[in-house]
Every structure is written in structure tokens, then in C-alpha cells.
């Protein structure tokens, strides 16, 4: 069930508001406590009549869904259907008539030593910081159950407690030979764990009640938090659903400010999917303040053959020059400048290629990429096959590296980077099978084309001696990114992805470190 407005107070935490006014707040929490149970009854009804790969497992279990708490829904829905439309009104006049705050800040109270603006703060000077991202799939229920996850407050807890132990090991598997970054094998890249994170940036933690949750666990590693990120408005997305983006960071925060697209399409028009930059305090140095921009961005998936997302990183590119033209200071000197998030676009896929030579990877760097269309032999993909979730070897984050090292068996587990129509509804090469994608990244004229199947749903079949074959784009579909400027002095030290949240969500999540070269 959702947690309401009122309840989020944590005694060691402060927490921003979302409206400018006490009035404008007061309805802004009458709003959602009139609505929020009533939200939260229909997403638990639409859940029961939607089956997740698990519950196939089991079909037997569904019927007490089906047949005794689906129709009690019905019931609480209909006796709560007054409230929860006298709230959604208030909340829609709200996004309407008063100007409300693009995110949510908490921030741990013994954290204020690190007060922003005092040069006698106690940061520690350093020139390695880590980032990692992760799209966590935290949404409603019933969004969760269409894509094979389900309990998302249970999920949620967990995610966060699997974080937060992270082992505190730095990342230094990264070394440069002929002027490029490159990691010995894959089995340095993959780690069952997360190393240390300084900044950690997460997408679709759609609820504020999941961004509460993960804020109870992770407040003993971070101290600053940006949440319920979004732009409301009837223009925008209708005034339901906003970024899903969430920021998590060991250091101040300066600045911070959110933009969404423009350009979205069919569902994301519901959503404020947009990009969040922020502008972190890492040290000072005399008159100096050393800072550093990170921005966490989620493009809209299944794009088909509009050219959304090439729109869409055209934005990020723009507003982040913007918001850096706009918060630097005489006194900063910028140490990094560092994008994290879901692109939902890789590399190597036919239907990416407009965004393999876009604009803002002239700017920023991957370090996966050989060029594009061509990722690193130690690379592989970070978007799982959803109808293998619940599979033994997806139960445990040291078996499921196994599993991942191997170029076959990843597949089984991992999208294969060869989709030649980004949408729900796909046609792409069953290269394993029938035909394949030629050394240019062109389509074979034995290409044979899958309708109405939905990508996330694709599973590979075996050849005809029950072997999975290795292919170049074999669970290679890697969506996951964290890029950096090349216009501040920075070095790779460390990268690798991890499965340390194994099935709790459909990715997986990247981590990188760098080291700053500044005077």
C-alpha cells in the first residue's frame, strides 16, 4: 500500500517541500491522503487479474486473486471512489494554480557539518569519486506485475539493504594501453557486489512511498537525497506520473534542477521522463570549492521509428550546458562532469544507430564503446530477459556472474543487442537461429522477422543440437550507461557491472570510478 504524505517525517532526516506556500502544501498533503489509498486499491486490483512469469508457476494461486480478492477490491474501490476523486481534483488544481518544486531534498542531520557555503566543512580532499546507476523498477503494482516483477515494497526494502552493504572496496580494474580504457577479462568487469559509491543515481522508483523506503536503508551510507523528481501539469504528463528518477549522494548539494522532454510519445506522455542535474560540493581548497555536475537521465523505450531518444539526449545535452553556464561560480573550479541512466539504446542494435552517432557522444565519453556500433569484448549487455527472472541462477549474485562471464549462457539471460524496431511489439533478427547481423551491423537478406512479440518477452531457442551459439551481439544489449565529459581532466580507474540485485529488477546496474587531474 502506499505511504501517505503525512507519515514520511524520519527523526534524523529534513526534508524539503514540494509547494513554496504552507497553503499550497496543506493541500498538496490533503491531496494525496485522500487519493493516494485510493490509487493504491486500484493498482492492487489490476494486479490480481495479471499473471507474472512466477504465478504461471503456479496457476493454482491466482484463483484467490481471481475469484475472492479481486471482487473485494471492486468493493473498496466503489466505497472509496468519492475520496479518491475529490483528491485527485484538489491535486490536479494544485499542478494547475500553484507552482510547485521540481524535487523533494532530505538530508541526514548530522550531515549539516557539511554545511554549504562554509569553508571549515570537514570533506576530505580526494580525486576519486564513484557513480553507479541502476534502474530499480520501482512502480505500482500492477505496472511492476506487467513486467514479471511483483511486491514492490518488499523488492524495495530489499534493493536498498543490498546497496547499502556495499563492500566499501574501491574500483581500480581499469587500465589504459594505446590511449584507451580496457579491463583484462569479464570476469574483473562483472562483481557480485557494489564496490563504494560516492553518487548513486536510480530510475523508475516511480512512487515517493518506494523513494521513502530506499531512504530508510540508504541514509546510512548517503547523507542527501533528491526525490519525486518531476514537472506536474496537464501539458506535461496530465498531472499523473513523474521521472521515477532518484539521486543519492556521500557529498552537499549545490544545485539542482530537472527538465523533462518535450518530445515524448503513447504512454511516456503520462510520465515527466526528463533529466535531473545536479551540482555536487566534493572540497575546498583555499578560495577555491572544488564541484562536480552528475545527471541522471531515463529516454523513453520502445521509441518504434520515431527518433525519440535522439530528441531526447539532444535535450540533455542543452539543459545541462545551460544549468553548468548558469550555477558556476568565479570561485569553482569543475572536476567532473559525469551523465548516469537508463538510454534505452545500445551500442550495436540496427534500430539504434541514430543514437550510436549522436552528438552528445562527441562530448562524452564510454568507455565500452570501440566505436559505434562496436562495444569492448569485456562489455555486455544490462537489460535482463524478463521471462527469466525467476531462473535458479538469477537467485544468487555470485552464480548469476558465472553465469554472465559465459558468451552463451549470457544470453539466455540478457537481450541480445540485435533489435532492428524499438518498440513492445518488435520485429527483429533471430540471428541465433536463422539468419544473423553482418560485421557492418547491416541486415542479412536471411533475416527473418518476429511480429507482435514483445521484446522484454523474447527468450532464445537452441540450434538444433540444443546448443546456444555465440554471436558478437550475443546478451550484448547494454542500455545502462555512465558517460563523462572530455573537457575536464579525468581518468577511468574503475568500471564494472554488478548482480548484486540479481531478480529484483530487469537491469543491471554499472558502476565507474574516476580519478580527477586537476591543479
Known sequence: MFLFKSSIKMKDLEFSSRCNSKGANLLDHASHFLMDPWLSVFSHLLSCYISTVQDELCPHYKLIDYYFLGPLYIVILVVLSPVGLFGSTLWILLCTFFPQKKYIQAVVQSSRRHCVGRKDSILCKTNSFSFATANVLLAPEFVGRLNNVKETNKRGQEIAKRIAIHSGKQLFNVKIYNRTYEIAGRSNSILSEFPYVDFLCLQEVWEQSSALLLIRQLKKKFDYFLYDVGEHSLKINMCMIGSGLMFASKRPILEADFKAFTYRTKHAKYTAQGVLCVKVLLYYNGPFRHVGFVSNVHTQAFQEYDAVIPSQLTEVNAFLHMFKERCIQNCDI????????????????????????????????????????????????????????????????????????????????????????????????????????????????KEIVVHGRNLVNQLVTPDEDGNIPHVQYGGMRRIDRIIFSKAYQVEVVGYCFSTALTNLTDHLPVCLQLKTISE
Open 334 to 445: 569543475v572536476d567532473f562532469d559525469v551523465i548516469c541512466g537508463d538510454f534505452n539504446a545500445d551500442n550495436m542494435s540496427p534500430a539504434d544507430r541514430d543514437v550510436q552517432y549522436h552528438e552528445i557522444f562527441n562530448e562524452y565519453k564510454d568507455i565500452c564503446v570501440v566505436r559505434p556500433g562496436v562495444d569492448k569484448n569485456w562489455a555486455i549487455g544490462t537489460e535482463l530477459r524478463q521471462r527469466m527472472l525467476y531462473k535458479p541462477p538469477l537467485q544468487n549474485p555470485k552464480t548469476f556472474k558465472e553465469v554472465l562471464i559465459d558468451d552463451s549462457l549470457r544470453r539466455l539471460y540478457v537481450l541480445d543487442a540485435d533489435v532492428l524496431r524499438s518498440t513492445g511489439n518488435v520485429n527483429r533478427s533471430l540471428g541465433w537461429s536463422f539468419g544473423h547481423l553482418n560485421t557492418d551491423n547491416s541486415i542479412s537478406r
